[in-house]
């Protein structure tokens, strides 16, 4: 099967030229030895010696926590056979082999691509640092030549590829120039042979050819500088997606593990991840509308939520709940003002839910504040709640049912912190609120 990213990408070389003047020559090692050295030790729970990764001989490398790869890294952060690495003409190769958390060189998701001395190589969250055991710059110098200039660091990777909208566009483009540029060689032969008798047509001619090239080479340059920073700025949002989906994903399922358990738990690690990948997306989002990193940032704002909320309810501290989801609920309509007005429907779902599911939680805090202040329903207690506050309460409890039943696969599945919360009022607030509903009915004095 043809692999799709070949439609997009086509490396272009200048065959043609010679080496002479301005020209350079490389003398690179044409069977390099390397390694990947980790960056982030903390993040592997194996012995030191996985933190280098031996790029030798010419056989390929893959890179897992499973035993079937050929170099294992006990991380969780890996797939079982997350990258293979490949000897090329000069470096080494990196391909991405279907993982969970993609593979990252230079900040940029990558499907394969040729690897640069010094390139950062990260595999999910885990960062590596490619290097040559002999860099071209360093082969250059042993070999007694000339030593060439060390190459910037790439971070758009365009030394290794040039993105010109498809294989066919940029065939289209090349043979355009190849069109305009064979007339103007065969019109110098013509007139070298002519001699000095057609000397002006002959620079006339040139001129009008020279222009055509000239005009042809701005139209493109021109579509270039338009199009190229529209279709960078794409990529960070789309990177940013991603990266948000992927914390996302993570937080949910750690979520699992702290419902089901009764012991005190810390939500620090979920709270650090979450407020980076919320602080990317408002960055983007601040500039640019985009439904999908909306909801996505929505939806982790409420993860964060969750996580402040519970602890603060379990203590009683409903002021700074209150303050809590009076914050959220800020926060959450200037994130609906960045979903285009012409989204498709359901686009940025996430955005309406979340906002919903404020309204429940402001019910919840009302219902938990009544048993906070009225916990006994008895003739015996000095203090009974106003009847209107009664009546107030029983009005959005109605409100709670409809929100509670709407939403309720968000709360099953990605919001089970919340959704125990929920079930804690059910189980306690509700029944005191009905309570006190049936003994002020009944003792109207």
Same mark, same amino acid.
């Given at each position: 099967m043809i692999d799709p990213n070949h439609d997009r990408t086509m490396m272009v070389r200048d065959t043609a030229r010679k080496p002479g003047a301005g020209a350079?020559?490389?003398?690179?090692?044409?069977? $390099? =030895?390397?390694?990947?050295?980790?960056?982030?030790?903390?993040?592997? =729970?194996?012995?030191?010696?996985?933190l280098i990764? $031996?790029?030798?001989?010419?056989?390929?490398?893959?890179?897992?926590?499973?035993?079937?790869?050929?170099?294992?890294?006990?991380?969780?952060?890996?797939?079982r056979q997350h990258a293979k690495l490949f000897r090329g003409e000069g470096t080494w190769g990196v391909e991405d082999l279907n993982s969970t958390n993609g593979v990252y060189v230079n900040g940029h998701k990558i499907t394969t691509i040729w690897l640069k001395h010094n390139d950062e190589v990260r595999l999910g969250s885990l960062a590596f640092r490619f290097e040559l055991d002999r860099p071209p710059a360093a082969a250059s110098a042993m070999g007694g030549g000339r030593a060439a200039p060390a190459a910037p660091?790439?971070?758009?990777?365009?030394?290794?590829?040039?993105?010109?909208?498809?294989?066919?566009?940029?065939?289209?483009?090349?043979?355009?120039?190849?069109?305009?540029?064979?007339?103007?060689?065969?019109?110098?032969?013509?007139?070298?042979?002519?001699?000095?008798?057609?000397? $002006?047509?002959?620079?006339?001619?040139?001129?009008?050819?020279?222009?055509?090239?000239?005009?042809?080479?701005?139209?493109?340059?021109?579509?270039?500088?338009?199009?190229?920073p529209i279709h960078k700025k794409r990529q960070y949002v789309e990177q940013a997606v991603e990266?948000?989906?992927?914390?996302?994903?993570?937080?949910?399922?750690?979520?699992?593990?702290?419902?089901?358990?009764?012991?005190?738990?810390s939500f620090d690690q979920d709270l650090n991840d979450l407020a980076e990948a919320v602080a990317d997306g408002g960055r983007l989002l601040a500039t640019e509308q985009n439904a999908a990193l909306a909801d996505l940032t929505a939806r982790m704002k409420f993860l964060t939520y969750e996580r402040e909320f519970l602890p603060l309810l379990a203590k009683g501290d409903l002021t700074s709940v209150r303050r809590l989801t009076d914050?959220?609920?800020?926060?959450?309509?200037?994130?609906?003002?960045?979903?285009?007005a012409d989204a498709e429907p359901g686009s940025a779902e996430g955005v309406a839910i979340t906002r919903e599911l404020v309204k429940l939680a402001r019910i919840l805090i009302d219902l938990r504040a009544l048993s906070a202040e009225f916990p006994q329903v008895s003739k015996l207690v000095p203090n009974h709640p106003p009847r209107d506050r009664i009546h107030a309460l029983e009005v959005v409890k109605l409100d709670f049912t409809r929100i509670r039943r709407e939403t309720n696969r968000y709360l099953s599945v990605d919001y089970v912190l919340f959704n125990s919360a929920v079930k804690s009022v059910e189980d306690r607030d509700l029944p005191l609120l009905n309570q006190w509903k049936e003994f002020l009915g009944s003792n109207p004095a």
């Amino acid at each position: 099967m043809i692999d799709p990213n070949h439609d997009r990408t086509m490396m272009v070389r200048d065959t043609a030229r010679k080496p002479g003047a301005g020209a350079v020559v490389k003398a690179v090692s044409r069977d $390099p =030895d390397g390694k990947l050295i980790c960056l982030d030790p903390a993040q592997i =729970d194996g012995s030191p010696a996985q933190l280098i990764v $031996p790029l030798t001989g010419g056989e390929a490398v893959t890179l897992g926590r499973g035993d079937a790869s050929t170099f294992v890294v006990a991380s969780r952060k890996l797939s079982r056979q997350h990258a293979k690495l490949f000897r090329g003409e000069g470096t080494w190769g990196v391909e991405d082999l279907n993982s969970t958390n993609g593979v990252y060189v230079n900040g940029h998701k990558i499907t394969t691509i040729w690897l640069k001395h010094n390139d950062e190589v990260r595999l999910g969250s885990l960062a590596f640092r490619f290097e040559l055991d002999r860099p071209p710059a360093a082969a250059s110098a042993m070999g007694g030549g000339r030593a060439a200039p060390a190459a910037p660091h790439d971070d758009d990777l365009s030394e290794r590829t040039m993105m010109v909208g498809s294989l066919g566009a940029g065939k289209a483009v090349l043979e355009a120039v190849r069109k305009v540029e064979a007339p103007i060689k065969l019109a110098i032969e013509d007139d070298d042979d002519a001699g000095e008798e057609r000397g $002006p047509s002959r620079f006339g001619g040139l001129l009008v050819r020279g222009s055509i090239v000239a005009a042809l080479l701005a139209a493109i340059g021109g579509a270039a500088a338009v199009y190229y920073p529209i279709h960078k700025k794409r990529q960070y949002v789309e990177q940013a997606v991603e990266r948000s989906a992927m914390v996302r994903k993570r937080v949910i399922d750690r979520a699992s593990q702290y419902a089901g358990g009764g012991q005190a738990v810390s939500f620090d690690q979920d709270l650090n991840d979450l407020a980076e990948a919320v602080a990317d997306g408002g960055r983007l989002l601040a500039t640019e509308q985009n439904a999908a990193l909306a909801d996505l940032t929505a939806r982790m704002k409420f993860l964060t939520y969750e996580r402040e909320f519970l602890p603060l309810l379990a203590k009683g501290d409903l002021t700074s709940v209150r303050r809590l989801t009076d914050r959220l609920a800020a926060d959450l309509d200037g994130i609906a003002t960045r979903v285009p007005a012409d989204a498709e429907p359901g686009s940025a779902e996430g955005v309406a839910i979340t906002r919903e599911l404020v309204k429940l939680a402001r019910i919840l805090i009302d219902l938990r504040a009544l048993s906070a202040e009225f916990p006994q329903v008895s003739k015996l207690v000095p203090n009974h709640p106003p009847r209107d506050r009664i009546h107030a309460l029983e009005v959005v409890k109605l409100d709670f049912t409809r929100i509670r039943r709407e939403t309720n696969r968000y709360l099953s599945v990605d919001y089970v912190l919340f959704n125990s919360a929920v079930k804690s009022v059910e189980d306690r607030d509700l029944p005191l609120l009905n309570q006190w509903k049936e003994f002020l009915g009944s003792n109207p004095a």
